[in-house]
Structures are given as structure tokens and as C-alpha cells.
T-cell receptor
Framework: GAVVSQHPSRVICKSGTSVKIECRSL??????MFWYRQFPKKSLMLMAT?????????EQGVEKDKFLINHASLTLSTLTVTSAHPEDSSFYIC????????????FGPGTRLTVL | SQKIEQNSEALNIQEGKTATLTCNYT??????LQWYRQDPGRGPVFLLL?????KEKRKERLKVTFDTTLKQSLFHITASQPADSATYLC???????????FGSGTRLLVRP
């Protein structure tokens, strides 16, 4: 099956610093990748849709200047949390859509961000 | 806006029994409804997809039904095993975009 990786799996940073999370599709090309955020025992909340070569589309309430998304190639999308604050601490998960009619998305293993 | 309800109470069953999980939604029916498994600290893993014009889909010990009249999907795991213990999420794709709306998931615990 399609494999999606994320790096790092876990990161701890100081308040005010920026953190970059990478999402890679390892064995397929993904024109569309998605970024989600998940709080403990809560649902995945879509943050933004990332299309290769174009600007990301952000969901309502998500600050685009705080959560910078770059999708420079068909296999890599990055999420940068800028000027991180403790309330940004969360589990960030990316997914990549396999082309075709169905909406089969394959998810990465997630990145646990802790902001001190 | 679309709301998805999954039973927030954990489902605790004996090994070998059939687990049945429920996903209810409001408003109009999605084009696709999908079920995922999520283990603690991990990303969701795709299990099954069912289209709005399909009533049932099977894959090995898994079965999904989709009732657009009741606005409900049921997810069954037959001959359950302790290894099936996880959180199961349902997700809806509503329109021509590829965005998914997730339920909050139901935690399943299968006792040996």
C-alpha cells in the first residue's frame, strides 16, 4: 500500500521558536496533501489542503501566517509552525491523496509537538 | 454544517464476538464514507470505503453498511481479536473536494 512518512515523529521546542514538520509520500506521487491537527481523544481537524505548486487552502479559523505550508514537489509537503506557543502543542498528522476517482487518503504516523 | 456522531463510550467486548460501531451524520449524505483505525500516538489507517449508492461492503472480517435514509453507517468486526483493540474513526467526503470530515472515534477494547 501507499506509504506516507512524517519527520520528526516528536519535537519539543521553546515558546517563540519555529518548527518544521515534513510529510513525504514514499512510493507514490501525491498532487494533494492534507494537514490535520488532533487533540487528545478528539477528532482530526483539517487545517489546510496543500496542492503541489500552488498556495495551500486553509480551513476557517486556521491562521495561514502561523501555519506555513509548502508543497514544493509531488512527494513532499512541509508545515512550519511559526512563533510557537504552548497552545500549539498537539498531534499533527498529514495525509496524501492517491489519484483516481475514490478519495483514498493515506496518513502519516503523526508528529507530536510540545511547546514549552 | 455537517456533524458526525460516533459513540464516545468505549466498546468493551469478549474475544470472538462481533463488534458493531455506529456512525451517524446530520444533513445530506456524503458521496463516500470511510472507516479508519487509529492506534495511540499513530496516524489513522484506512480500512474500508463505501459509496452512497452502496449498501454494504466487506473485507475479510470487516463489514460496513451505509443507510442514507437513517443517515447511518455501521462497522462490524466479526470474530474479534484482542489485536483489534483500537480507536475506529468514520470520515465523510461531502462533495467534489477531497476533504474529509472525521468523527471523534469510538474506542474498541477486545478482552481475551
Amino acid at each position: 500500500g501507499a506509504v506516507v512518512s512524517q519527520h520528526p515523529s516528536r519535537v519539543i521546542c521553546k515558546s517563540g521558536t519555529s518548527v518544521k514538520i515534513e510529510c513525504r509520500s514514499l512510493d507514490f506521487q501525491a498532487t494533494t496533501m492534507f494537514w490535520y491537527r488532533q487533540f487528545p481523544k478528539k477528532s482530526l481537524m483539517l487545517m489546510a489542503t496543500s496542492n503541489e505548486g500552488s498556495k495551500a487552502t486553509y480551513e476557517q479559523g486556521v491562521e495561514k501566517d502561523k501555519f506555513l505550508i509548502n508543497h514544493a514537489s509531488l512527494t513532499l509537503s512541509t508545515l512550519t509552525v511559526t512563533s510557537a506557543h504552548p497552545e500549539d502543542s498537539s498531534f499533527y498528522i498529514c495525509s496524501a491523496r492517491v489519484g483516481g476517482v475514490t478519495n483514498e487518503q493515506f496518513f502519516g504516523p503523526g508528529t507530536r509537538l510540545t511547546v514549552l | 454544517s455537517q456533524k458526525i456522531e460516533q459513540n464516545s463510550e468505549a466498546l468493551n467486548i469478549q474475544e470472538g464476538k462481533t463488534a458493531t460501531l455506529t456512525c451517524n451524520y446530520t444533513n445530506y449524505s456524503p458521496a463516500y464514507l470511510q472507516w479508519y483505525r487509529q492506534d495511540p500516538g499513530r496516524g489513522p489507517v484506512f480500512l474500508l470505503l463505501i459509496r452512497e449508492n452502496e449498501k454494504e461492503k466487506r473485507k475479510e472480517r470487516l463489514k460496513v453498511t451505509f443507510d442514507t435514509t437513517l443517515k447511518q453507517s455501521l462497522f462490524h468486526i466479526t470474530a474479534s481479536q484482542p489485536a483489534d483493540s483500537a480507536t475506529y474513526l468514520c470520515a465523510l467526503r461531502m462533495d467534489s473536494s477531497y476533504k474529509l470530515i472525521f468523527g471523534s472515534g469510538t474506542r474498541l477494547l477486545v478482552r481475551p
